[in-house]
Nanobody
Framework: QVRLVESGGGLVQVGGSLRLSCSVS????????MGWFRQAPGKERDFVAA????????LYADSVKGRFTISRDNAKNTVYLQMNSLKPEDTAVYYC??????????????WGQGTQVTVSS
């Protein structure tokens, strides 16, 4: 059974930075495309970023381009989301997800429980 555990969330001021981590166990991590999603209160869960299984291809939502960077370390079974220049609208629960196959904005098979990110003004 594949298990994803996010960490690194917290409270940060506007303009600050956070790095989220997602540790994956129970599967062949290097086989999965990995994604980050977020859900703000009262809103649907939205795509944030994704990275291919080998790390050579990335996708970003327009709202985070230039501010967020997704990366992965296959030796550590971990995917990261570096978030810079944070804005109040980035406040949400952030989820990591895994899927076999292509790097996409949807169609993920496995999900973590989420980590809260709060950006205060």
């Amino acid at each position: 059974q594949v298990r994803l555990v996010e960490s690194g969330g917290g409270l940060v001021q506007v303009g600050g930075s956070l790095r989220l981590s997602c540790s994956v166990s129970g599967g062949t991590f290097s086989s999965y495309a990995m994604g980050w999603f977020r859900q703000a209160p009262g809103k649907e869960r939205d795509f944030v970023a994704a990275i291919s299984w080998i790390g050579g291809s990335t996708l970003y939502a327009d709202s985070v381009k230039g501010r967020f960077t997704i990366s992965r370390d296959n030796a550590k079974n971990t995917v990261y989301l570096q978030m810079n220049s944070l804005k109040p609208e980035d406040t949400a629960v952030y989820y990591c997800a895994a899927r076999l196959g292509a790097t996409t904005v949807q169609g993920y098979d496995y999900w973590g429980q989420g980590t809260q990110v709060t950006v205060s003004s």
